[in-house]
């Protein structure tokens, strides 16, 4: 029983590194899939110590099924931070038509 707990730990560690050597990032290993192409970058905040940038990335699954990744990335001294989200087509759409009425 005093065994559980790590080998329960290393095996959720394995899997991660296994997941993260199939896609060859850590947006892939989170969300499921491999990049095939950062669309761009934007920046949210930028301070003197402090940054948050929203990337958004076109992405596929091993099904070959292309998905949308939006990740916020936070940078600080001695941190960093990653929030990816896995959008479909048509929620992309759909942020994309929210965000064009909220800019007017």
Do not use: C, H, W
């Amino acid at each position: 029983m005093d065994y559980l707990f790590p080998i329960l730990f290393l095996g959720i560690v394995a899997y991660l590194i296994l997941r993260y050597a199939r896609s060859g990032s850590l947006t892939g290993a989170l969300l499921g899939g491999t990049i095939k192409r950062e669309v761009g970058k934007v920046e949210l905040t930028a301070g003197t110590l402090t940054s948050q940038t929203l990337n958004v990335i076109r992405m596929e699954d091993s099904d070959g099924q292309g998905f949308v990744a939006l990740s916020v990335v936070s940078k600080a001294p001695l941190a960093i931070s990653m929030v990816p989200y896995r959008l479909t087509k048509s929620q992309a759409l759909e942020v994309a038509k929210l965000l064009q009425q909220a800019a007017l």
